[in-house]
């Protein structure tokens, strides 16, 4: 193994290595994967001087710890977490440049969810249909990290893209959320429509990178029962026999039997990546195209 | 065909059968490989539907696409695979009393029978499989098994599949083979894939240990 590696010292509850996922492979059952925060992974990544689809780690509250064998420029993004380098208070949003054998700790995120960590190189894992990013519907490119498990890093770019401050959307209080009516809008009564629009919502501790689960006032239907699996998008607001909506993240399955009322449109998910379970969520139907 | 809106830039094309989608699904391969279709991120078939994502221009498409002409597929027009299956699935029993006859006569009804890939998904490499006859067609087990060992060939409803890695899974288990159905380091990762035409082929249990030695 090459000697630009880092250790994972402390795993956090979940962090797992990201780039942008896996478009173009749904029909074989491959979901896309990738950072849900994407915006913040390609923010960390051009803070160390990376191509926006190298390889980070996405945490998740609690962040994680990793010594680097070799001096290595590191940026942290996303949920904003205390960081530190031996123990010494390093800057958020900025890249850190970390020497050779020193710890570098993503603490527990002070609001959002997800941070990420950027190295010089990017994580060097072994790709899967081009990308290295962890799956965890499907189990495509392995687990989450886990202590004491070793990470190869790529070789450093020439010269990180030095910056002095970064604009960065605070994680929300509150998750607006705009969709687009349909493919299945016709399966809801004009009633289950205006609870979409007008229901008080919150984030469920059930979401994952799979879904963000909802709890609020059931969607009433106008149509009992499942449709013939059918292809699912990112962003569907899907809506199962309980009558709340599943919005669909990164690794969701490809195909689903339960009616899409809505889709979110893709730059709005970076913000319900990072909503804590209990944020108010407001759905705000669009109109037109 | 009906086009359904999903979101800005995707479409969900809606079809009256199975068949009309492997036609589409088909033709839309055709001018992807031709160069002639608008870009698109994913063209995702299922039971009845077509859904293509990242179009520019949905609604110019969902136009211009009347204007196709579907011809009917033949065998022919599709790639085949042979699957070797050893017939000895613990729920083989159970889907004999189902389809009335006995377990002797559901392998050779399975073997005899012509399967198209009709779309992925549940897996990486799952495939739906139809082309049982209506009275044939089975309902789920009451109880999921918590762990369906990789290779099982299995009935579900109209579909017919083969689990491409241990999972949990509550479709009746008839056989199972050592084809490999999922290798992401292949050039094709997916053994089968939507549109590919598939044949089960018996293998004696006796035979089959001689091979593996």
């Known amino acids: 193994m090459t000697d630009h590696a880092c250790l994972v010292v402390r795993a956090g509850a979940l962090t797992t290595v990201q780039d942008l996922g896996r ?3 749904a029909h074989l059952g491959v979901p896309l994967s990738g950072a849900l925060d994407a915006p913040a992974h390609r923010l960390a990544n ?10 980070t780690l996405e945490t998740t509250l609690t962040g994680c710890a990793v010594r680097m064998r070799r001096a290595t420029t590191v940026a942290v993004t996303g949920a904003p977490c205390p960081v530190t380098v031996d123990g010494r208070p390093a800057p958020w949003g900025a890249p850190v440049h970390v020497p050779a054998g020193a710890v570098l700790d993503a603490g527990p995120a002070a609001r959002g969810l997800r941070s990420y960590l950027a190295f010089g190189g990017g994580v060097a894992t072994e790709p899967v249909l081009g990308s290295r990013a962890t799956d965890l519907l499907s189990g495509l490119g392995g687990d989450a990290l886990t202590d004491g498990a070793v990470l190869p890093l790529g070789a ?95 690794d969701h399955p490809t195909t689903g039997g339960y009616p899409v ?29 | 065909m009906r086009a359904l809106p999903v979101g800005a830039h995707g479409l969900l094309l809606e079809l009256d059968t199975a068949d009309e989608v492997g036609a589409l699904h088909a ?27 990242s179009l520019d221009d949905p609604r110019g498409f969902a136009a211009d696409l009347e204007t196709w002409d579907l011809p009917q597929l033949t065998a022919a027009d599709r790639p085949g695979v ?18 009335g006859t006995t377990p002797d006569e559901v392998v050779r009804r399975h073997a005899a029978t012509t399967f198209h890939v009709a779309f992925c998904g549940f897996a990486p490499g799952f495939g739906y499989l ?9 309902p789920r087990r009451a109880t999921p098994r918590t762990r369906v060992p990789v290779g099982a060939v299995a009935l579900a409803g109209p579909y017919t599949g083969v689990y491409p890695r241990s999972s949990p899974g509550g479709w009746q288990l008839i056989g199972r083979t050592d084809a490999v159905l999922w290798d992401p380091r292949r050039e094709n990762a997916a053994l089968l ?3 590919t035409r598939v044949h089960f082929v018996p293998r004696d249990r006796a035979r089959d240990t001689e091979t593996v030695r």
């Open chain 1, 156 to 250: 450093a770019p020439p010269a990180p893209a030095w910056a002095d401050a970064v604009p960065h959307p605070g994680p929300p209080t509150e998750l607006l959320l705009p969709y687009r009516p349909g493919p299945r809008d016709d399966w809801f009564t004009a009633h289950g429509h205006r609870t979409l629009a007008t229901g008080r919502f919150r984030v469920s501790a059930a979401s994952n990178r799979i879904g963000l689960r909802t709890e609020g006032p059931p969607l009433e239907r106008a149509k009992d029962g499942e449709l013939p699996s059918e292809g699912m998008p990112l962003g569907a607001l899907q809506v199962p026999p309980d009558g709340l909506p599943v919005l669909f993240l990164h």
């Open chain 2, 27 to 53: 033709e839309l391969l055709r001018r992807a490989t031709a160069g002639t279709l608008p870009p698109v991120t994913e063209i995702v078939p299922a039971a009845r539907t077509v859904f293509l994502d």
């Open chain 2, 193 to 195: 894939t939507p549109g």
């Open chain 2, 130 to 138: 139809t082309g049982l006859p209506e009275e044939w067609h089975v």
């Open chain 1, 46 to 55: 051009r803070l160390v001087g990376n191509p926006e689809p190298t390889a």
């Open chain 2, 82 to 99: 042979e699957i070797p299956v050893v017939y000895d699935g613990p729920d083989l029993a159970d889907v004999a009393a189902l389809w």
């Open chain 1, 23 to 25: 478009p173009g492979h």
């Open chain 1, 261 to 289: 009322i809505g889709v979110v449109p893709a730059r709005h998910l970076a913000a319900a990546a990072q909503a804590v379970p209990g944020t108010p969520i407001r759905f705000l139907p669009l109109r037109g195209a």
